[in-house]
């Protein structure tokens, strides 16, 4: 068996026990076997193979799958990776969709718009894990000349479809972010760096919209309301982790999010139009009126 069907079966394992919360070793195997005639891939095990196939789950990514005696049932007691398993599963189905159809062009449509750099992963992702300083050759939006950067190497971060490397930068020892899309090469030096211990990237942008993390601000309250209909996609699909449901009736949903005020917040709130309207605080209120005000007066301008 090839080691991608290994991966292929761990991750059919995982999601099956994702879905249905607990099963037995029967159940378990009946839904490898469905999936091994769907896919095409040898993916039924024996008790013995699935036995060291949870040890495999375990060390190759974090999920500790565990056995019920009393009930004779299979488990997940702990996902330490959940959002990158997640991820993982996704591209799965994914992969196995574009397989499962020869003409898939015919029945599957891609967003066209989308942001570049993704080729930047593996290098990076090496520089990280190695604590290798690079020098990155980076252009902003708003610069005409690309720039050499020296940093240091943290982390990738996704927000809204496009990726973004943290890395300290030598020279102000400042903690920033470069967009993926805007880096045009990079490339490793002999340096090294100490990887910061007590960093939390999770904990370091938990209250931020986006990537943008102001050091001189405070998480506030907001208070969103929005139409019913648009709260039904809002629902579905939550502004932030922090999103919590005050009202839920026909005529309106009531969230509150704990976030920093950024452009990228007032951004998304704007993108919404008339289905959403800010409660609170007034400060934010203030801000999307001036923006709508200001729209209207270059419409009247002509």
Request: aromatic share 12%; proline share 3%.
């Amino acid at each position: 068996m090839a080691k991608q069907d290994y991966i292929f079966r761990y991750l059919t394992i995982i999601k099956k026990l994702r879905r249905s919360g607990e099963a037995t070793f029967r159940e378990i195997n009946e839904y490898l076997e469905k999936e091994s005639e769907f896919l095409d891939r040898p993916f039924s095990v024996s008790n013995r193979t699935f036995i060291r196939d949870l040890n495999e789950i375990r060390t190759l990514f974090k999920v500790d799958i565990r056995y019920d005696f009393t009930r004779g049932v299979y488990f997940i007691a702990e996902d330490q990776q959940s959002d990158l398993n997640n991820r993982m599963l996704e591209s799965i189905d994914t992969l196995n969709s574009l397989k499962m159809v020869n003409d898939i062009s015919r029945y599957m449509f891609f967003e066209k718009r989308r942001a570049h750099g993704t080729h930047h992963f593996y290098g990076l992702l090496h520089a990280i894990k190695s604590h290798v300083v690079i020098l990155l050759i980076h252009q902003k939006f708003d610069s005409d000349e690309p720039k050499e950067r020296l940093v240091e190497p943290i982390a990738l971060k996704e927000s809204k479809g496009r990726w973004y490397l943290l890395a300290r930068d030598r020279n102000d020892r400042r903690i920033k972010t470069f967009g993926l899309d805007r880096i045009l090469d990079f490339q490793t030096t002999p340096g090294r760096f100490d990887y910061p211990a007590h960093l939390d990237v999770n904990e370091m942008f938990r209250y931020c919209f986006g990537v943008i993390n102001p050091d001189d601000m405070q998480p506030e309250e907001i208070i969103l309301s929005f139409e019913p209909e648009q709260g039904k996609y809002i629902k579905s699909y939550p502004i932030h982790e922090s999103q919590a449901i005050l009202t839920d009736t026909a005529k309106e949903l009531r969230i509150r999010l704990t976030l920093f005020i950024t452009r990228d917040l007032v951004m998304e709130i704007l993108s919404y139009g008339m289905s959403v309207k800010v409660i609170s605080p007034e400060k934010l209120i203030a801000e999307v009126k001036a923006i709508y005000a200001g729209a209207a007066e270059q419409y009247r301008r002509g």
